[in-house]
């Protein structure tokens, strides 16, 4: 409509409802942010104190890769180091794998403007796994082992006492899918493990943190996103289509996610089948109830499922 069409007063008062709406709109998003932001921080420094992951006098090494978790992780332990009860040191360091490419001044100049001290490492890579693996196969196995390798004898020359890596909750739980239904073991990714060689103490300070909450934490922070252009057209890879099953899950049956990561927190092995970790051989009886004891006749207690919407249903 022409605004000569639109009396004055009508004009003004759409003008003024649209500001209004405006308003309340930002201020919406800025109370999620804040929201957002208070619940990233929280269970960061839960799973640091639930796993003793940085102590007093720490030197962390947090390892930025340019994705969003990475620069979400370095982000929060910033925020957190300027009101943790410990002294600890923050180094950034970035492995420049000599991707074809990939845009190297990003990161020291992102990490030049945070003031935050920094190392970047480069290493060619990208010709070795090229030059190893066949067209078309996956390539994550072979850069990881480099990268890895890597990362340590860095760690060493910077005399860190911990590896921060970036994987979050969602990246637990894949992994745990990936190690049952393609490795035969009930394996997950710890937020908290010694090296493979021994010599470092590798921490996941994300434990807690979903990745739809890290995704929109890169948003609002503006992230100088960088793409991983060696593996990141592999579509087919296990990895992903553990995470679209969980995404699918999640959709269907809100809160699965949720209940299936407090799991791997209460393992039972008494009721798995691991005779490494449970004697089965030497069971007895005590003549001693046992409100732990198994009810073998009982069908098993689950809770009841709920059906997208939040609607309760009932097992007949």
Not at 17 to 31: T, Y
Not at 37 to 61: S, W
Not at 150 to 171: F, P
Not at 187 to 193: E, F, R, T
Request: hydrophobic share 40%; proline share 6%.
């Amino acid at each position: 409509m022409n605004a000569p069409w639109i009396a004055p007063e009508i004009a003004d008062a759409e003008v003024a409802d649209s500001a209004s709406d405006a308003a309340a709109r930002a201020l919406k998003i800025e109370r999620e942010t804040h929201k957002l932001e208070k619940r990233l921080c929280r269970q960061v420094g839960q799973a640091i104190v639930d796993f003793g992951m940085i102590e007093e006098g720490d030197r962390v090494m947090v390892c930025v890769s340019g994705g969003k978790d990475s620069y979400g992780m370095l982000d929060i332990l910033l925020k957190m180091q300027q009101r943790a009860p410990v002294n600890f040191e923050l180094i950034a360091v970035n492995l420049d794998q000599k991707q074809p490419g990939f845009p190297d001044h990003v990161l020291p100049a992102y990490l030049k403007q945070l003031g935050v001290p920094f190392h970047i490492e480069t290493q060619d890579t990208y010709s070795i796994v090229k030059k190893v693996i066949p067209e078309g196969k996956t390539m994550c196995s072979l850069c990881s082992r480099l990268r890895r390798g890597i990362l340590y004898r860095v760690a060493d020359e910077l005399k860190v006492t911990k590896i921060a890596l970036g994987h979050h909750r969602d990246d637990m739980l894949q992994t745990f899918f990936l190690n049952m239904f393609f490795g035969g073991k009930l394996k997950g990714m710890p937020p908290k493990l010694v090296s493979d060689d021994g010599g470092h103490i590798v921490i996941r300070p994300l434990a807690y943190v979903a990745e739809k909450d890290l995704t929109r934490w890169a948003a609002h922070r503006a992230f100088p996103i960088i793409p991983c252009t060696l593996c990141g057209s592999q579509e087919n890879l296990q990895r992903k289509q553990i995470g679209n099953m969980l995404r699918d899950w999640e959709k269907q049956y809100p809160g699965r996610i949720e209940s299936m990561f407090t799991a791997l927190q209460n393992v039972v092995p008494s009721h798995l089948m691991d005779t490494q970790r449970h004697d089965f051989q030497n069971i007895r009886t005590t003549g001693v109830p046992d409100p732990d004891g198994d009810t073998a006749f009982d069908a098993p207690e689950l809770p009841a499922a709920r059906a997208p919407g939040g609607v309760q249903l009932v097992q007949l």
